[in-house]
């Protein structure tokens, strides 16, 4: 016990020591005295922080409640009514995540300057300038105190209180003695904030600016084709009637004059009033560039988007029961985004899975009659319009239908410092389409669903007491609204079906959302929402499985209406869950936990070959370059699979994007040496069937004419020549995938001694575990689920980090070696708390009034 309390305290030790820089800036450092007192300082976290025994009280409870945790430290909570059992809720993700709570819904509030000071600004100033915590506060302002999203949102609120006032100054959270803060109170509006956050992360991804400048830079047409809205490649969510992919490799127009009419409208958008650089203050540029911006600090979520999940029919299951698999990708923090529950009381509800620290729930999970996951849908669910105003300095008004209408609502934003000073002021303006900013010399309004939102958490009240898969899915679309998801589920009579839901908008004259809309109109704003009959959906396929991995959702030719653009797809992982299910008639479980870590990848099956016939082509042609040739037969001699011991893929990723460095010169403007856009890779698909596209010509080279293997043989040269210097000689020191680019959960304020090790894994960018490694954190399967649905259902999980948020607990890490070797853990589901053995509890809580 003492060397784990020492090694605890080296731990939170060498986590102080990186704070400061990455989280405060130049900020002074606490007091050492406080922070290793042995009292009240830092030795308190390494204590043990889950009792085998303990009793607390929630004041608004209407009976007790009984709390059992197994040996994987998940809380199965038994209680006498569905409000007790979310106040329970509240208090054992307090009990665990009690700074992250915090941390989740001051993202969605704008207000993590209160926190950890100054060095949050753009990203409150971001979230303010979206209008997210507006949108909070008026679902709050309007609901019915009385109903019943109000009363769940405020049992929860009482769970996280009752344990948050019970804490002593000793028991606070490291990261509150580091911040020399303290936790705030939990109000209902804080989950509201943490969903519009969630909507942020999986439905904020405009692309109108990188059209707008790849029109300015080729032309209407070809940009238009290179931002298609349709991938070349069709495997959709909605199973197409032919059960095999659907190819269009069609040539891509060659680029084209510039477009001066959007070069001026470019030029606009990005120059000042008075003729410098715009800051980034609109959320149309926040989202191109806030992403690879200086400003960014800890706190700022980068975002990559890629969930996989599936289910496999009884027709096509070894035991003749339905199967079904998720496992959504997001942002790999500790802790993690996920806390493992499971609730029970009886006659009303029995559902386990995982919870979102913040909001009353399970958002992935089972009950005994069905199982669910999710993938998001990539739809685009935001558009701008650009506005008259009647001052371009202070605006009271814009121009609708040839009368000056008054704003909406003119609200002034203040950021305040950890001491509560005012250091920053913005001013947001409101249209009757959403929030207006200044983007250059333009101003620019938003029409945005997520803000539109707010009754999620209803469907979800209603669904898991539903007593089908049907019954669960025509819940969830009667109250949600954003962020898009892909909604699989199967039930234990098994049923399969998905369902796109949310709701997804129809633009006037069936436009693309891509363009910027003359906001001086009505008839430019959105004419209503697809019908729930419209989404995208299968239940029962003829093919005898669902898949759902980030691409179309439904293939051109069935329904053209527009969801989103190619763009916002993933083609890749789709292919390979659909190759692997319909080779197998006879699922199982334990193959389809395999499949989560599975490392191959079609598109390497795709681009590796071309690869390497364009060197073999440039060899023989008399390309005497020796770095060509070891490129070359690396690459040849590489499998395609994305093992942590091959040493091919580094080679190939790296070769993948110098081509993209060297293809897309014609989205270079003049005078700068970098492209502003890149079309998606699907359009590089396209191009290698069309070896003299002009599209191959790097127009930076003045003496030679680039064709297909030229360039793809360039690249190749450059990414060996890149990786040498990087790594050292491949003969030497071999490039091993584990080595070169490891998973590494990161500390939410990225505090690298409260970070995970970097940890190899199978798994890379287009396999079905596509882990990516940046500077600021990573990416990959937060949460991996396999249940078969027996008449008890059999439930399989595991996420990177642990139960605990306590980075000195034995419970912070202890699930990422299992993870990481794509390992599932057994999930208990006990009825009742005398079915939990008690070998297989580790502590016991007892909650009273």
């Known amino acids: 016990m003492?060397?784990?309390?020492?090694?605890?305290?080296?731990?939170?030790?060498?986590?102080?020591?990186?704070?400061?820089?990455?989280?405060?800036?130049?900020?002074?450092?606490?007091?050492?005295?406080?922070?290793?007192?042995?009292?009240?300082?830092?030795?308190?976290?390494?204590?043990?922080?889950?009792?085998?025994?303990?009793?607390?009280?929630?004041?608004?409870?209407?009976?007790?409640?009984?709390?059992?945790?197994?040996?994987?430290?998940?809380?199965?909570?038994?209680?006498?009514?569905?409000?007790?059992?979310?106040?329970?809720?509240?208090?054992?993700?307090a009990r665990d995540r009690l700074f992250q709570l915090e941390v989740q819904s001051r993202a969605g509030e704008g207000t993590l300057t209160e926190l950890v000071g100054e060095v949050a600004l753009p990203a409150d100033r971001e979230t303010r300038q979206l209008g997210m915590p507006r949108s909070a506060e008026q679902r709050m302002t309007t609901m019915d105190t009385s109903g019943t999203l109000f009363r769940v949102l405020a049992a929860y609120a009482d769970g996280i209180n009752a344990y948050r006032t019970s804490l002593s100054t000793a028991q606070l959270p490291v990261e509150y003695k580091l911040l020399q803060k303290t936790p705030r109170e939990w109000l209902p509006v804080h989950s509201m904030h943490l969903l519009n956050r969630m909507g942020y992360t999986l439905a904020h991804s405009p692309l109108e600016l990188d059209f707008l400048r790849a029109r300015a830079l080729v032309g209407d047409s070809a940009a238009r084709a290179m931002w298609d809205a349709s991938s070349p490649i069709q495997e959709p969510i909605q199973p197409a009637p032919r059960n095999v992919p659907r190819e269009d490799m069609g040539r891509l127009p060659a680029p084209g004059a510039p477009d001066t009419a959007a070069a001026r409208l470019v030029a606009a958008l990005l120059d000042g009033p008075d003729g410098s650089a715009a800051r980034r203050s609109s959320p149309l540029q926040w989202a191109r560039d806030g992403q690879n911006s200086e400003e960014r600090f800890a706190l700022q979520q980068e975002r990559a988007f890629a969930s996989n999940n599936w289910a496999v029919s009884p027709s096509r299951s070894a035991t003749g029961k339905a199967l079904l698999a998720g496992d959504p990708h997001l942002e790999l923090t500790l802790p993690s985004i996920w806390f493992e529950v499971h609730l029970v009381v009886p006659g009303v509800m029995d559902v386990g899975g995982v919870t979102i620290p913040g909001l009353p729930g399970v958002t992935i999970g089972y009950t005994r009659a069905f199982a669910w996951s999710f993938t998001n849908t990539g739809a685009d669910v935001m558009d701008f319009w650009r506005e008259s105003v009647d001052n371009a300095d202070r605006p009271t008004s814009y121009l609708l239908d040839g009368k000056q209408e008054p704003l909406v609502d003119t609200r002034?934003?203040?950021?305040?410092?950890?001491?509560?000073?005012?250091?920053?002021?913005?001013?947001?303006?409101?249209t009757h389409r959403g929030p207006m900013s200044r983007q250059g010399r333009e101003w620019l309004s938003m029409r945005w669903t997520v803000l539109e939102a707010g009754n999620e958490l209803l469907g979800f009240y209603a669904g898991l007491r539903a007593p089908t898969a049907q019954g669960f899915l025509d819940s969830l679309a009667v109250y949600y609204t954003a962020p898009a998801q892909n909604m699989i589920v199967a039930d234990t009579a098994g049923t399969i079906a998905i369902r796109s839901t949310g709701r997804h908008p129809i633009r006037a004259n069936r436009a693309r959302g891509l363009d910027l809309f003359d906001g001086t109109t009505r008839a430019s704003d959105w004419m209503g929402f697809r019908a729930v009959s419209q989404y995208p959906q299968s239940v029962n396929p003829a093919q005898g499985f669902l898949a759902s991995a980030n691409q179309e959702p439904i293939d051109p030719t069935l329904d053209s209406l527009y969801l989103g653009v190619d763009a916002h797809y993933e083609i890749w992982r789709a292919l390979q869950i659909n190759r692997l299910l319909r080779s197998d008639s006879s699922m199982t479980a334990d193959v389809m936990r395999s499949y989560h870590t599975n490392p191959g990848s079609v598109r390497a099956d795709h681009f590796a070959p071309a690869l390497v016939q364009a060197a073999s082509?440039?060899?023989?042609?008399?390309?005497?370059?020796s770095s060509l040739k070891s490129a070359h037969d690396m690459i040849a001699a590489w499998d395609r699979r994305y093992t942590k011991d091959n040493t091919?893929?580094?080679?190939?990723?790296?070769?993948?994007?110098?081509?993209?460095?060297?293809?897309?010169?014609?989205?270079?403007?003049?005078?700068?040496?970098?492209?502003?856009?890149?079309?998606?890779?699907?359009?590089?698909?396209?191009?290698?069937?069309?070896?003299?596209?002009?599209?191959?010509?790097?127009?930076?080279?003045?003496?030679?004419?680039?064709?297909?293997?030229?360039?793809?043989?360039?690249?190749?040269?450059?990414?060996?020549?890149?990786?040498?210097?990087?790594?050292?000689?491949?003969?030497?020191?071999?490039?091993?995938?584990?080595?070169?680019?490891?998973?590494?959960?990161?500390?939410?304020?990225?505090?690298?001694?409260?970070?995970?090790?970097?940890?190899?894994?199978?798994?890379?960018?287009?396999?079905?575990?596509?882990?990516?490694?940046?500077?600021?954190?990573?990416?990959?399967?937060?949460?991996?689920?396999?249940?078969?649905?027996?008449?008890?259902?059999?439930?399989?999980?595991?996420?990177?980090?642990?139960?605990?948020?306590?980075?000195?607990?034995?419970?912070?890490?202890?699930?990422?070696?299992?993870?990481?070797?794509?390992?599932?853990?057994?999930?208990?589901?006990?009825?009742?708390?005398?079915?939990?053995?008690?070998?297989?509890?580790?502590?016991?809580?007892?909650?009273?009034?």
Do not use: C
Not at 794 to 818: C, E, H, I, M
């Open 2 to 93: 003492a060397r784990k309390l020492g090694t605890g305290l080296a731990l939170l030790a060498l986590g102080l020591g990186t704070t400061w820089i990455g989280v405060r800036g130049a900020g002074p450092v606490p007091p050492l005295n406080a922070l290793l007192s042995p009292s009240t300082g830092l030795w308190v976290n390494t204590l043990n922080d889950l009792p085998t025994e303990a009793n607390a009280r929630i004041a608004s409870l209407g009976a007790d409640v009984d709390i059992r945790y197994d040996h994987r430290s998940v809380p199965h909570i038994f209680a006498s009514n569905d409000l007790d059992a979310v106040r329970a809720l509240g208090y054992v993700v």
């Open 412 to 430: 002034v934003e203040q950021y305040r410092n950890q001491s509560g000073r005012v250091f920053a002021t913005d001013t947001v303006y409101y």
């Open 617 to 625: 082509r440039r060899i023989a042609a008399g390309d005497t370059s």
């Open 648 to 849: 091919g893929s580094r080679l190939f990723e790296t070769t993948m994007s110098r081509t993209a460095a060297l293809l897309w010169d014609e989205f270079i403007p003049s005078g700068q040496s970098a492209t502003v856009v890149r079309p998606s890779e699907s359009r590089v698909l396209q191009l290698l069937n069309d070896s003299a596209s002009r599209w191959w010509d790097d127009r930076r080279t003045t003496d030679v004419v680039e064709d297909r293997d030229r360039l793809l043989s360039r690249a190749l040269v450059a990414a060996y020549d890149t990786l040498v210097t990087q790594f050292g000689n491949p003969q030497q020191t071999p490039w091993t995938w584990g080595r070169v680019a490891p998973a590494r959960p990161r500390h939410l304020l990225r505090l690298d001694g409260f970070s995970a090790p970097p940890t190899p894994i199978d798994g890379g960018r287009g396999t079905l575990n596509p882990s990516v490694g940046s500077q600021y954190g990573n990416f990959g399967a937060s949460w991996r689920m396999v249940v078969e649905l027996t008449t008890s259902p059999s439930v399989q999980g595991v996420y990177p980090g642990g139960q605990s948020g306590n980075p000195a607990s034995p419970r912070y890490l202890d699930r990422l070696p299992k993870w990481a070797n794509g390992t599932l853990d057994t999930v208990l589901v006990p009825r009742t708390a005398d079915e939990l053995p008690a070998t297989r509890t580790r502590a016991t809580l007892r909650l009273t009034r």
